[in-house]
């Protein structure tokens, strides 16, 4: 064989290896999630003591709230279009004193292992724009990543103990599955062909966990009697934590004030 | 005595190494484009884009599918420049020079795949900016080796000239500004670029808190960008005590582009790495490179004029008889 055949093999083994390398994540791909109908366990142990309690309360905001940000929509005609009233970002949105898109969570969650949902949590691409701005799932809970925008966009979380991917979705309707097994809060996920694009994903290793509505208020609901730790996590304005006290047959309340 | 092939001016063929130097330097400005965006992932596939030849140019893909499109282009400019060197240069070492750089391309295009695959590690985007410098290198060495200067046998210095004063010196110069840029390459991908974030002080003082790993690699490359400074400035100064023309304006070009590389280290930090500043600071380091780059291979391929008979006799001290 010639030097030059020679090169051009070399050459094109050298591009095939690439092109099959690799793959768009960090890690070994992710286990796929559980048939509908059935509930995986986590991991082998007891399972939890039954639990009829709520805790609900209120997250306020009392300080300067900083005005929405207008989003330069003009790299994408699609997203102009798509946002005719403009778009705005404002992460921290105040109604009536309630400060809407903080994460409420058990931090010690009652001992035992909990059934994965089989329902997907969900996050939509609409209007150029996440909806909702945070999620919140349990640990092997399947995560349904939508497109509704006829353009095209790609999903790329940024957690740190969790495994990173990063995908695209080129056309309106496609829906991608992912999971994420280790418990994580408030991880960042953004569009690099839309960098105005932001969301949060908590990842719980239990089901005691909200987001606060547009009004701030949160309710967790199935949590047994007990002395707990719950922390409310906002993405700009950081955490707080109280102990509540549940007993039952009593709603036990649980507000938090953060200050600007 | 085996006599080495003439090499024969080719004027298109040199203007084809020029041209792809010169589209190398866009490319490389195209290419911080990328970073300074944050596109680097906007297109999570490769080779393809979006599973497509050409994907809607939105957003950042517009910037990431388009630095791929000229990247493509500089390949392309570099396999015709290959092939048409290998199949009408005399000389054996510029051949084996246009192979080298179509392998170079080749190893480029390839990490920039791995990149993109594996979702930006920071040794894999410091090799890719670090390997597209020395590609501009190698074809900066290309178009040179195929000019009529080098072809007619390079500039000519007097015997008592500074000939190995300003070779050592551009090659040190060289040598300086690719660890700069390797350095700076380091410090931008492992998200350095504001671990101080005033100028000229760093947090307030000469020197600041090495608080962490990003503050050393920062200021590492506010010392570096003084040594090059000084590096340049030394390289100057040689070239005027080697009296030759070419490089003493070749050096002067350097030292006005350090200078104003220095102002867009500035710009880059006071903006807060504004897209513009930072990327232009990104080129013009570049250009450092390749203008050092283009001294020292003038300066190696600098000649002594023949030393008059009467001063060599003088010089060993033998009396001529005329």
New interface residues.
């Given amino acids: 064989m010639s030097i030059r055949n020679r090169f051009a093999v070399l050459v094109l083994a050298a591009f095939a290896v690439t092109a099959a390398c690799g793959g768009g994540e960090k890690q070994e791909t992710q286990a796929p999630p559980p048939p509908a109908g059935t509930a995986a366990s986590p991991a082998a142990g007891a399972p939890p003591a039954a639990g009829n309690e709520m805790i609900s309360g209120k997250v306020t905001y009392d300080g300067v709230v900083p005005p929405p940000e207008k989003v330069k929509l003009s790299a994408d005609p699609k997203c102009v279009e798509l946002n005719k009233d403009g778009l705005e970002k404002q992460p921290i949105k105040v109604t009536d004193g309630g400060l809407a898109n903080v994460l409420v969570y058990v931090k010690n969650g009652p001992a035992g292992s909990y059934p994965v949902p089989t329902e997907p949590a969900v996050i939509d691409q609409q209007g150029c724009n996440y909806t909702p701005h945070v999620v919140a799932m349990q640990a092997g809970q399947p995560l349904k990543i939508k497109n509704s925008d006829d353009t095209l966009h790609n999903i790329h979380p940024r957690p740190t103990v969790n495994a990173e991917f990063n995908i695209g979705q080129p056309r309106k309707g496609m829906e991608t599955t992912k999971t994420f097994d280790k418990k994580e809060v408030m991880f960042p996920v953004g569009c690099d062909v839309h960098p105005w694009m932001r969301a949060y994903i908590s990842v719980l290793d239990h089901p005691f966990y909200a987001v606060t509505e547009a009004d701030g208020t949160f309710e967790i609901k199935g949590l047994p009697a007990g002395e707990y730790e719950v922390e409310a996590y906002h993405e700009k304005l950081k955490a707080q934590t109280q102990k509540v006290t549940v007993k039952a047959g009593e709603p036990a309340k649980a507000d938090f004030a953060f200050k600007g | 005595m085996t006599v080495p092939p003439a090499a024969v001016f080719s004027p298109w063929r040199h203007r084809l190494a020029a041209f792809t130097a010169a589209c190398t330097l866009l490319l490389i400005f195209i290419g911080g484009l990328v970073t300074s965006?944050?596109?680097?992932?906007?297109?999570?596939?490769?080779?393809l884009s979006?599973?497509?030849l050409m994907?809607?140019m939105?957003?950042?893909?517009?910037y990431?599918h388009g630095h791929r499109m000229a990247a493509t282009f500089v390949g392309l400019l570099t396999t015709i420049l290959a092939v048409w060197t290998a199949r009408s240069e005399a000389r054996a070492g510029v051949r084996r020079l246009a192979w080298a750089a179509l392998l170079t391309v080749?190893a480029q295009g390839?990490l920039g795949?791995?990149t993109?695959?594996?979702?930006l590690p920071t040794p894999v985007s410091v090799a890719h900016a670090c390997l597209a410098q020395s590609f501009f290198c190698l074809v900066i060495a290309l178009a040179y080796a195929t000019s009529r200067e080098f072809i007619g046998g390079g500039g000519a210095v007097a015997p008592d000239d500074d000939r190995a004063g300003v070779r050592a010196a551009a090659a040190l110069a060289t040598g300086v500004v690719f660890a700069q840029l390797a350095a700076g390459a380091v410090m931008r991908h492992m998200g350095a670029g504001l671990a101080i974030p005033d100028f000229p002080l760093a947090a307030g003082r000469l020197i600041p808190p090495f608080d962490n790993a990003g503050v050393a690699v920062h200021f590492a490359h506010r010392v570096g960008a003084l040594l090059v400074l000084a590096a340049v400035a030394r390289l100057l100064v040689r070239a005027g005590r080697s009296r030759d023309p070419r490089l003493s304006r070749t050096s002067s070009v350097a030292l006005v582009l350090v200078m104003a590389q220095i102002v867009l280290g500035a710009a880059t930090v006071l903006s807060g790495r504004a897209v513009v500043p930072t990327t232009a600071h990104v080129a013009v380091g570049a250009a450092v490179l390749g203008t050092c780059w283009l001294v020292t291979l003038r300066a190696f391929r600098l000649r002594r004029r023949p030393e008059p008979l009467a001063s060599a006799a003088r010089r060993i001290g033998v009396a001529v008889t005329p």
């Fill in positions: 965006t944050g596109s680097g992932l906007a297109v999570p596939d490769w080779p979006y599973g497509m994907p809607p939105v957003g950042g893909v517009f990431e080749i390839l795949g791995l993109v695959k594996f979702l």
